[in-house]
Protein backbone atom coordinates (compact mmCIF):
# COMPACT_ATOMS: atom_id res chain seq x y z
CA UNK A 1 0.00 0.00 0.00
CA UNK A 2 1.20 3.58 -0.96
CA UNK A 3 -0.03 5.00 1.84
CA UNK A 4 2.05 3.22 4.22
CA UNK A 5 5.09 2.98 2.38
CA UNK A 6 8.72 4.28 3.10
CA UNK A 7 8.11 5.52 -0.22
CA UNK A 8 5.23 7.78 0.30
CA UNK A 9 7.12 8.64 4.20
CA UNK A 10 10.14 9.90 1.88
CA UNK A 11 7.92 11.76 -0.54
CA UNK A 12 5.76 13.85 2.12
CA UNK A 13 9.29 14.10 4.72
CA UNK A 14 11.15 15.82 1.56
CA UNK A 15 7.86 18.28 0.31
CA UNK A 16 8.55 21.90 0.73
CA UNK A 17 7.68 22.62 4.86
CA UNK A 18 9.77 19.81 5.99
CA UNK A 19 12.79 21.30 5.25
CA UNK A 20 14.52 24.45 5.36
CA UNK A 21 14.49 25.96 2.41
CA UNK A 22 17.90 27.31 1.26
CA UNK A 23 18.90 30.73 0.23
CA UNK A 24 18.98 30.18 -4.11
CA UNK A 25 21.66 29.09 -5.11
CA UNK A 26 25.29 31.07 -6.83
CA UNK A 27 24.63 29.79 -10.04
CA UNK A 28 21.13 31.18 -10.38
CA UNK A 29 22.22 34.58 -9.52
CA UNK A 30 25.11 34.55 -12.18
CA UNK A 31 24.09 36.48 -15.65
CA UNK A 32 23.10 34.11 -18.04
CA UNK A 33 26.02 32.75 -20.78
CA UNK A 34 26.40 33.48 -24.01
CA UNK A 35 25.49 30.85 -25.37
CA UNK A 36 25.19 30.77 -29.33
CA UNK A 37 22.22 28.76 -31.16
CA UNK A 38 23.95 25.54 -33.04
CA UNK A 39 24.71 26.50 -36.19
CA UNK A 40 23.06 25.37 -39.55
CA UNK A 41 19.21 23.67 -39.75
CA UNK A 42 18.03 20.50 -39.18
CA UNK A 43 18.64 20.05 -35.39
CA UNK A 44 15.02 19.81 -34.52
CA UNK A 45 14.57 17.12 -37.10
CA UNK A 46 17.68 15.15 -36.59
CA UNK A 47 16.71 14.90 -32.97
CA UNK A 48 13.09 13.95 -33.88
CA UNK A 49 14.91 10.66 -35.54
CA UNK A 50 17.29 10.39 -32.42
CA UNK A 51 14.05 10.26 -29.81
CA UNK A 52 12.10 8.17 -32.31
CA UNK A 53 14.75 5.53 -32.58
CA UNK A 54 15.92 5.54 -29.40
CA UNK A 55 14.69 2.03 -27.60
CA UNK A 56 16.03 -0.42 -25.04
CA UNK A 57 18.96 -2.56 -26.72
CA UNK A 58 20.00 -5.73 -25.32
CA UNK A 59 21.14 -7.55 -28.24
CA UNK A 60 24.92 -6.16 -28.19
CA UNK A 61 26.76 -7.67 -31.12
CA UNK A 62 30.36 -7.65 -29.01
CA UNK A 63 31.81 -5.44 -31.01
CA UNK A 64 34.03 -3.08 -29.55
CA UNK A 65 33.76 0.83 -28.73
CA UNK A 66 36.70 3.03 -29.55
CA UNK A 67 38.06 5.37 -27.03
CA UNK A 68 36.80 8.51 -28.56
CA UNK A 69 33.40 6.93 -28.92
CA UNK A 70 33.24 6.33 -25.52
CA UNK A 71 34.50 10.03 -24.81
CA UNK A 72 32.06 11.46 -26.74
CA UNK A 73 29.72 9.54 -24.37
CA UNK A 74 30.59 10.19 -21.66
CA UNK A 75 30.67 14.18 -22.14
CA UNK A 76 26.80 13.72 -23.50
CA UNK A 77 26.37 12.50 -20.23
CA UNK A 78 27.85 14.92 -17.61
CA UNK A 79 30.24 16.91 -19.62
CA UNK A 80 30.59 20.30 -19.28
CA UNK A 81 29.91 23.18 -21.60
CA UNK A 82 31.07 26.00 -19.05
CA UNK A 83 32.32 26.64 -15.32
CA UNK A 84 29.69 25.50 -13.65
CA UNK A 85 27.41 24.29 -16.39
CA UNK A 86 26.87 20.89 -18.07
CA UNK A 87 24.93 18.99 -20.32
CA UNK A 88 22.49 18.20 -18.07
CA UNK A 89 20.72 20.54 -15.60
CA UNK A 90 21.89 20.04 -12.18
CA UNK A 91 20.55 20.90 -8.92
CA UNK A 92 22.18 23.76 -7.21
CA UNK A 93 24.66 23.82 -9.61
CA UNK A 94 26.48 21.31 -7.74
CA UNK A 95 26.98 18.81 -9.78
CA UNK A 96 27.17 16.31 -7.16
CA UNK A 97 27.79 13.35 -9.65
CA UNK A 98 30.12 11.51 -11.57
CA UNK A 99 30.24 8.96 -14.06
CA UNK A 100 32.47 5.41 -13.89
CA UNK A 101 33.20 3.36 -16.90
CA UNK A 102 33.32 -0.24 -16.27
CA UNK A 103 35.07 -0.94 -19.47
CA UNK A 104 34.39 -4.56 -20.75
CA UNK A 105 35.12 -3.97 -24.87
CA UNK A 106 37.02 -0.76 -24.97
CA UNK A 107 40.77 -1.24 -26.67
CA UNK A 108 43.48 0.13 -24.28
CA UNK A 109 40.94 -0.36 -21.05
CA UNK A 110 41.63 -3.10 -18.71
CA UNK A 111 38.05 -4.92 -19.42
CA UNK A 112 36.61 -5.20 -15.69
CA UNK A 113 38.10 -1.90 -14.75
CA UNK A 114 36.42 0.61 -13.64
CA UNK A 115 37.53 4.35 -14.81
CA UNK A 116 36.42 7.63 -13.59
CA UNK A 117 35.28 9.94 -16.18
CA UNK A 118 37.50 13.33 -15.76
CA UNK A 119 34.46 15.88 -17.19
CA UNK A 120 37.17 18.71 -16.60
CA UNK A 121 40.01 17.43 -18.91
CA UNK A 122 37.65 15.22 -20.85
CA UNK A 123 40.09 11.86 -20.07
CA UNK A 124 39.90 9.04 -17.52
CA UNK A 125 41.41 8.49 -14.05
CA UNK A 126 43.35 5.45 -13.06
CA UNK A 127 41.17 1.92 -13.05
CA UNK A 128 39.92 -0.11 -10.15
CA UNK A 129 39.77 -3.60 -10.86
CA UNK A 130 36.16 -4.32 -10.62
CA UNK A 131 35.79 -8.23 -10.99
CA UNK A 132 33.21 -9.90 -13.47
CA UNK A 133 30.19 -7.77 -14.33
CA UNK A 134 27.86 -10.93 -13.71
CA UNK A 135 28.35 -10.21 -10.11
CA UNK A 136 26.96 -6.72 -10.30
CA UNK A 137 23.76 -6.53 -11.51
CA UNK A 138 20.42 -8.50 -10.59
CA UNK A 139 19.82 -7.98 -14.17
CA UNK A 140 20.80 -11.08 -15.57
CA UNK A 141 18.99 -11.28 -18.99
CA UNK A 142 21.62 -8.93 -20.17
CA UNK A 143 24.55 -10.70 -21.71
CA UNK A 144 27.22 -8.57 -20.36
CA UNK A 145 30.08 -10.83 -22.40
CA UNK A 146 28.72 -8.68 -25.48
CA UNK A 147 28.04 -5.34 -23.58
CA UNK A 148 30.75 -2.59 -24.53
CA UNK A 149 31.11 -0.97 -21.23
CA UNK A 150 28.85 0.53 -18.68
CA UNK A 151 28.24 3.81 -17.62
CA UNK A 152 27.62 3.93 -13.73
CA UNK A 153 26.32 7.37 -12.31
CA UNK A 154 27.22 7.48 -8.89
CA UNK A 155 27.62 10.41 -6.28
CA UNK A 156 28.01 11.57 -3.07
CA UNK A 157 24.43 12.55 -1.51
CA UNK A 158 25.49 14.74 1.36
CA UNK A 159 25.88 18.09 -1.13
CA UNK A 160 22.67 18.40 -2.17
CA UNK A 161 20.86 17.06 0.81
CA UNK A 162 22.91 19.50 3.10
CA UNK A 163 21.44 21.93 0.89
CA UNK A 164 17.99 20.79 0.61
CA UNK A 165 17.44 18.53 3.00
CA UNK A 166 15.57 14.65 1.92
CA UNK A 167 14.39 16.55 -0.90
CA UNK A 168 18.34 16.85 -2.21
CA UNK A 169 17.98 13.22 -2.81
CA UNK A 170 14.90 13.39 -4.86
CA UNK A 171 16.76 15.84 -6.68
CA UNK A 172 20.01 13.83 -7.50
CA UNK A 173 18.10 10.76 -8.99
CA UNK A 174 16.34 13.23 -11.66
CA UNK A 175 19.43 14.34 -12.45
CA UNK A 176 20.88 10.69 -12.59
CA UNK A 177 17.54 10.21 -14.65
CA UNK A 178 18.73 13.63 -17.24
CA UNK A 179 22.36 11.86 -17.48
CA UNK A 180 21.50 8.57 -18.41
CA UNK A 181 18.68 9.84 -21.19
CA UNK A 182 21.45 12.04 -22.57
CA UNK A 183 23.60 8.70 -22.94
CA UNK A 184 21.03 6.82 -24.21
CA UNK A 185 20.44 9.57 -26.55
CA UNK A 186 24.25 10.05 -27.92
CA UNK A 187 24.21 5.95 -28.05
CA UNK A 188 21.18 6.04 -30.45
CA UNK A 189 22.44 8.63 -32.61
CA UNK A 190 25.82 6.72 -32.91
CA UNK A 191 23.64 3.61 -33.78
CA UNK A 192 24.56 2.17 -30.88
CA UNK A 193 22.53 -0.07 -28.74
CA UNK A 194 21.92 0.83 -24.96
CA UNK A 195 20.06 0.06 -21.95
CA UNK A 196 19.37 1.54 -18.44
CA UNK A 197 19.80 -0.94 -15.79
CA UNK A 198 18.51 -0.19 -12.37
CA UNK A 199 19.17 -3.58 -11.14
CA UNK A 200 22.03 -3.65 -9.95
CA UNK A 201 23.45 -4.59 -6.19
CA UNK A 202 24.31 -1.37 -4.66
CA UNK A 203 26.88 -2.74 -1.78
CA UNK A 204 28.56 -4.58 -4.99
CA UNK A 205 28.91 -1.75 -6.99
CA UNK A 206 29.55 -0.07 -4.11
CA UNK A 207 32.71 -2.79 -2.76
CA UNK A 208 33.70 -3.73 -6.44
CA UNK A 209 34.33 -0.01 -7.65
CA UNK A 210 36.16 1.36 -4.48
CA UNK A 211 32.73 4.15 -3.62
CA UNK A 212 33.43 5.56 0.05
CA UNK A 213 30.98 8.54 -0.19
CA UNK A 214 29.59 7.71 -2.84
CA UNK A 215 26.47 5.36 -3.64
CA UNK A 216 25.57 4.04 -7.58
CA UNK A 217 22.16 5.79 -9.07
CA UNK A 218 21.60 4.13 -12.25
CA UNK A 219 23.44 2.22 -14.89
CA UNK A 220 23.43 2.49 -18.81
CA UNK A 221 25.08 -0.36 -20.86
CA UNK A 222 26.30 0.81 -23.82
CA UNK A 223 26.99 -1.93 -27.20
CA UNK A 224 27.83 -2.40 -30.86
CA UNK A 225 24.23 -3.31 -32.45
CA UNK A 226 25.23 -4.15 -35.71
CA UNK A 227 25.31 -0.50 -37.23
CA UNK A 228 28.14 1.55 -38.57
CA UNK A 229 29.23 4.15 -36.42
CA UNK A 230 29.27 7.50 -37.83
CA UNK A 231 33.07 7.58 -37.12
CA UNK A 232 32.75 11.73 -38.71
CA UNK A 233 30.72 12.61 -36.33
CA UNK A 234 31.67 11.45 -33.55
CA UNK A 235 35.34 13.03 -34.61
CA UNK A 236 33.26 16.05 -35.06
CA UNK A 237 31.65 16.27 -31.38
CA UNK A 238 34.98 15.50 -29.87
CA UNK A 239 36.46 18.64 -30.68
CA UNK A 240 33.43 20.30 -30.11
CA UNK A 241 33.44 18.95 -26.57
CA UNK A 242 36.98 19.54 -26.33
CA UNK A 243 36.25 23.05 -26.86
CA UNK A 244 33.23 23.40 -24.43
CA UNK A 245 34.90 21.04 -21.76
C1 LIG B 1 14.56 3.53 -13.81
C2 LIG B 1 14.65 2.41 -14.83
C3 LIG B 1 15.33 1.24 -14.51
C4 LIG B 1 15.49 0.22 -15.47
N1 LIG B 1 16.18 -0.90 -15.13
C5 LIG B 1 16.32 -1.89 -16.03
C6 LIG B 1 17.04 -3.07 -15.68
O1 LIG B 1 17.55 -3.22 -14.59
N2 LIG B 1 17.19 -4.04 -16.64
C7 LIG B 1 16.64 -3.90 -17.89
O2 LIG B 1 16.81 -4.81 -18.72
N3 LIG B 1 15.95 -2.81 -18.25
C8 LIG B 1 15.78 -1.79 -17.35
N4 LIG B 1 15.10 -0.65 -17.68
C9 LIG B 1 14.60 -0.49 -19.06
C10 LIG B 1 13.09 -0.76 -19.17
O3 LIG B 1 12.83 -2.15 -19.03
C11 LIG B 1 12.62 -0.27 -20.55
O4 LIG B 1 12.85 1.11 -20.63
C12 LIG B 1 11.15 -0.56 -20.76
O5 LIG B 1 10.93 -1.95 -20.93
C13 LIG B 1 10.58 0.17 -22.00
O6 LIG B 1 11.29 -0.22 -23.16
P1 LIG B 1 12.02 0.85 -24.09
O7 LIG B 1 13.13 1.47 -23.26
O8 LIG B 1 12.57 0.06 -25.24
O9 LIG B 1 11.04 1.88 -24.53
C14 LIG B 1 14.93 0.37 -16.75
C15 LIG B 1 14.24 1.56 -17.07
C16 LIG B 1 14.10 2.57 -16.12
C17 LIG B 1 13.38 3.85 -16.50
Redesign the pocket.
Given at each position: MWAESAAALFHQLSSFGWFEEPAPSATSAQPLPVVPPPPGEGHLVSLAHVLAA???R?DFDGSPLSPEALTVLLWSGYGRTGTHRAVVPSCGGLLSLRLLVLALRVPGLTAGSAYPFLPDTLSLGPPTPAGPPQELF??R??DYERVAAVVFVVGDPRPPTDRYGDRGYRYTLLEAGHAAQNLCLAATAMRLGA??????DDEAVSVAFGLDREVPY?AVAVGGAGHEMPHEEVAAVLTLASGSA
Amino acid sequence: MWAESAAALFHQLSSFGWFEEPAPSATSAQPLPVVPPPPGEGHLVSLAHVLAARCSRRDFDGSPLSPEALTVLLWSGYGRTGTHRAVVPSCGGLLSLRLLVLALRVPGLTAGSAYPFLPDTLSLGPPTPAGPPQELFHTRHIDYERVAAVVFVVGDPRPPTDRYGDRGYRYTLLEAGHAAQNLCLAATAMRLGAVTVGGFDDEAVSVAFGLDREVPYYAVAVGGAGHEMPHEEVAAVLTLASGSA
